[in-house]
């Protein structure tokens, strides 16, 4: 049962350009979205949180937009950068109920950033 | 930057062998967790831990599976008896508020063969 979807096994995008990452959930109980990049060898890195209460956060390059009647986020890296290749996974959890100990993650987008 | 970290880095066991795999979590976190990866599937929730008990637990922690915080600064995650399905690689996170920013170690990979 994914409850968590990250549709997109992989993107490519040129340096300098904006990179789009999606991911879609099922279960309306989820009220806390991050998004995490994970290096090959090393586990996974925070990047940046949004809460249900909010429909955007930024920080820095990176933004991440959260549309709740879709059940869709987005996470926005602009200007991409090589060093930004790796695999994201969105994650969620249902901080106000039910399981709000434990993340939910997605399968995850490689992104590769070409120079 | 503080970090989470996991000893051995690699983990080679027999089948029905005993292994523990350790954590030195962040010191001000409160909150443990260990999860883990199957090679090519999704990182998947083991077992949180609060307060020296399990907070939380996913269907994949059965009785083969136990946690303990046996001092203030190690968390370790123990496998019974290990079956070939249980190779994975292990990450230990912690965090400071429940579910918000967990910090994760760089796993352990653990063969069972």
């Known amino acids: 049962d994914q409850q968590v979807k990250q549709n997109s096994p992989s993107l490519s995008v040129q340096e300098g350009r904006i990179s789009i990452l999606n991911c879609d959930y099922t279960?309306?109980?989820?009220?806390?979205f991050l998004w995490y990049k994970k290096y090959p060898a090393e586990g996974p890195t925070f990047l940046i949180s949004?809460?249900?209460?909010?429909d955007k956060n930024e920080d820095g390059r990176f933004t991440v937009f959260l549309n709740k009647s879709a059940k869709h986020l987005s996470l926005h890296i602009v200007p991409s950068q090589p060093g930004d290749s790796a695999v994201y996974f969105c994650?969620?959890?249902?901080?106000?109920?039910?399981?709000?100990?434990?993340?939910?993650f997605g399968k995850g987008t490689l992104l590769t950033v070409n120079p | 930057e503080p970090e989470v970290t996991q000893t051995p880095s690699h983990q080679v066991t027999q089948m029905g062998q005993e292994v523990i795999l350790r954590c030195v979590p962040i010191?001000?976190?409160?909150?443990f967790y260990w999860y883990r990866q199957i090679l090519g599937q999704k990182v998947e929730f083991l077992v949180s831990?609060?307060?020296?008990?399990?907070?939380?637990k996913s269907e994949i922690f059965d009785d083969q599976f136990s946690v303990e915080r046996p001092d203030g600064s190690n968390f370790t995650l123990k496998i019974r008896s290990t079956k070939l399905e249980d190779s994975a690689m292990y990450f230990c996170?912690?965090?400071?508020?429940?579910?918000?920013?967990?910090?994760f170690g760089s796993g352990t990979q653990l063969s069972v063969l």
């Open positions: 831990f609060y307060n020296n008990e399990i907070s939380e």
């Open positions: 279960n309306s109980m989820f009220d806390y």
């Open positions: 949004i809460s249900s209460i909010k």
């Open positions: 010191s001000n976190h409160l909150y």
């Open positions: 996170a912690s965090s400071e508020q429940p579910n918000e920013k967990l910090f």
């Open positions: 994650a969620a959890s249902a901080n106000s109920g039910g399981s709000n100990y434990k993340l939910t």
